[in-house]
């Protein structure tokens, strides 16, 4: 009996032996975690104590200057600005094209084989590669020059991969009830797909689109490729302003330089006081694109929630 | 019968004539192919971007190879494009770029792969609602504002460490690289961890195996294909990052394999050409292409082998 007893005890110390390690595991993977989240915080806290004081309604509406005091961010946020617009008016309709063509149209040939494999080996390719693209193809192929069009283009393919996956999601989560009624009705593929497939889908589109423009905003390498100057204290001309007044579609062949440039530029600058500055450009690159990427992981969260076929 | 009793119909009427339904739906036909269409150029627009990256960096890498040999540009250990005595051997480059993605892969797997699987199998369910998107935040942090953080914090951070570590060192740039990479990691190992069915899991358990045992006998094991695929994608990642390495790491050409010291990766040394002003067309305008190209190449491999082991872990169970 007590042998049985002693057998026993053993197996329940060896037990006990063995569920330390889940303890001591658990403890190693919140640790793992943890040093995401300190890097997070010491990234932020890093830069608001450097940048923070920075920041003025000056720092917004002066340009780059050579007195790191007076120096802006005028022509960075400006040329941010347009070349988003660029960038979403080339890669949301190409990849919803893209998405609804692939989930809705494709035939299953060698073709659409090709097509998919691609936008998955576009995701893999770094960023710069499509900079010397953009480089060799737009800027002295078709002779667009350092253009916002340019850079425009170049991020707009850049995360066109982004677009097309996030619309293929989006459609693929629509029950084929939906389609089947559309067609019992008399309506045709390009009725189905405009009244129903992308209205339903447009949440799921919004989440990738905002997410691929997130990337967009932030990425430096290509657009410093293609040759985007560094310094510009000038801004693209408004439509039907000056003399003789600008077309409405001018400022597409402006130069520009956007944010992260901007940034990059006063970062490599020996002097601490240029630093300051990044600190307080990089502050606003990361609120922008951490609030995008809040609404987008928000507008999941809530489509998750709320549609339930 | 329909067609009969239709084509009666048909008979009937006059030659010419043709209902207003039956034009409007001749009309939607036409409509229907020429939206089908236009959709499949847009779908198009991505075989043509690579086959654009293809065709711009073989021509222009071909102009520079007619003037440097390929065994120069493999062998040679100076790479000097852009001064008198120019020396075109991409070793150097490719000895920055090999140690910096060492460093970070270092940093990302252990703590990516851990993370990846408290987060599959530890984890309650508010740690992984909120730690999730908290990974994401992560890696959507633009990379400019990593090579900031690691020249102006991380540096004079490793500095108080290791005394006469300079300004610029792969170190740094390597260690910050692989917290970003983080989130790659993490997030594909762990859909591949979760992919793994729960019958296995129950079926350790049965024998009387720990969360911890089961972890990492039966799920790691059963996963490992994903895993190296999430691994694989983290080093492609690495060996394409530009911006960290361009600021924190340097812009000097440098055969080391010694991360205290600075050196110019492949990608760092293409954007400090195009910070310059290059004419069109030049030897050295030529040299970022065919350094864009050994990068291709080598991201191509590491895409292609990831995907490969992508597709099996899919289709074993």
Redesign the interface.
């Known amino acids: 009996m007590s042998e049985q007893t002693a057998r026993l005890e053993s197996i329940r110390a060896l037990i006990a032996a063995h569920k330390r390690w889940d303890l001591v595991f658990a403890t190693v993977g919140v640790l793992a975690l943890m040093v995401g989240v300190l890097t997070f915080v010491a990234l932020f806290a890093q830069m608001m104590i450097d940048g923070a004081p920075r920041l003025s309604w000056d720092f917004f509406t002066n340009f780059p200057s050579r007195k790191p005091d007076q120096a802006g961010i005028l022509s960075a946020w400006v040329g941010s600005t347009l070349v988003m617009i660029v960038t979403a008016a080339t890669a949301v309709p190409l990849g919803v094209g893209a998405g609804v063509y692939l989930e809705e149209y494709a035939p299953k040939n060698w073709m659409t084989d090709l097509i998919e494999i691609n936008v998955t080996n576009l995701a893999g390719v770094p960023s710069i590669v499509y900079g010397l693209l953009a480089l060799g193809l737009f800027v002295y192929g078709f002779g667009l020059g350092q253009s916002i069009l340019t850079a425009g283009l170049t991020l707009g393919l850049l995360i066109l991969p982004v677009v097309i996956v996030a619309t293929r999601e989006a459609i693929r989560s629509i029950p084929a009830v939906i389609r089947e009624g559309a067609y019992a009705l008399g309506a045709t593929k390009w009725q189905t797909t405009s009244h129903h497939i992308l209205p339903y889908s447009t949440p799921g589109i919004m989440t990738g689109v905002i997410i691929g423009m997130a990337r967009a905003i932030g990425e430096t390498a290509p657009v410093i490729t293609i040759g985007a100057l560094t310094f510009i204290a000038f801004l693209p001309a408004a439509p039907f302003s000056g003399d003789p007044p600008a077309g409405l579609f001018d400022w597409v062949m402006s130069p520009f330089t956007v944010m992260p440039i901007q940034m990059f530029n006063w970062t490599s600058r020996p002097e601490a006081a240029f630093h300051q500055n990044a600190a307080a450009a990089g502050l606003v690159l990361v609120v922008m694109t951490l609030s995008m990427n809040a609404l987008a992981i928000y507008i999941r969260y809530r489509l998750r929630k709320s549609i339930k076929w | 019968m329909t067609s009969l009793s239709q084509a009666n119909r048909i008979e009937a009427l006059p030659d010419t004539f043709v209902s207003d339904r039956l034009a409007r739906r001749k009309l ?1 036909h036409v ?2 192919r020429i ?2 269409f ?10 043509a ?2 086959l ?2 293809v065709v ?2 073989l ?2 890498s071909f102009v520079f190879f007619q003037q440097v040999s390929l065994w120069d540009f493999l062998t040679d250990n100076q790479w000097t494009p852009l001064f008198a005595d120019a020396h075109y051997g991409i070793l150097p480059l490719l000895s920055g770029t090999l140690v910096s993605s060492m460093v970070a892969l270092l940093v990302a797997i252990p ?1 990516g792969t ?2 990846a ?3 599959s199998e ?2 309650p369910f508010g740690v992984r609602e909120v ?1 999730k ?6 890696s ?10 690691a ?3 991380v540096t004079p951070l490793l500095q108080k460490l290791i005394p006469g570590l300079p300004g610029f060192n792969l170190l740094s740039a390597g260690i910050v690289m692989g ?1 970003m990479i ?2 790659t990691v993490s997030s594909v190992s762990e859909d591949a961890m979760r992919a793994v069915p729960m019958a296995l899991r129950e079926g350790s358990y049965a024998m ?1 195996a ?4 089961t ?1 990492i006998r039966v799920v790691t094991p059963a996963a490992f294909s994903g895993i190296a695929a999430a691994y694989i ?1 983290g080093i ?2 690495a ?5 960290i390495l ?2 924190a790491a340097g812009m000097q050409p440098n055969l080391t394999w010694n991360p205290l010291e600075p050196a110019a990766t492949i ?1 760092a040394y ?2 400090q050409v ?2 310059g002003d290059l004419p ?1 067309g030049s030897i050295g305008y030529q040299t ?2 065919a350094a ?1 190209l050994s ?2 190449l080598m ?2 491999v ?3 082998l ?2 490969m082991l992508r597709k099996r872990y899919r289709q074993a169970y």
């Open positions: 939607r409509q229907e939206i089908e236009v959709l499949f150029l847009a779908a198009c627009v991505s075989v971007t690579t654009g990256i711009i960096l021509t222009e703590l851990i993370i699987i408290y987060l530890f984890a730690a998107p908290f990974l994401e935040l992560l959507g942090i633009p990379t400019i504002v990593y090579g900031y953080f020249l102006l914090f917290i983080i989130p009387g720990t969360r911890f045992q972890a994608l492609s990642r060996v394409g990052e530009t911006m361009a600021v990608t293409i954007v195009a910070l069109h970022i292409f864009g990068l291709a991201t191509l590491f895409n292609v990831g995907h």
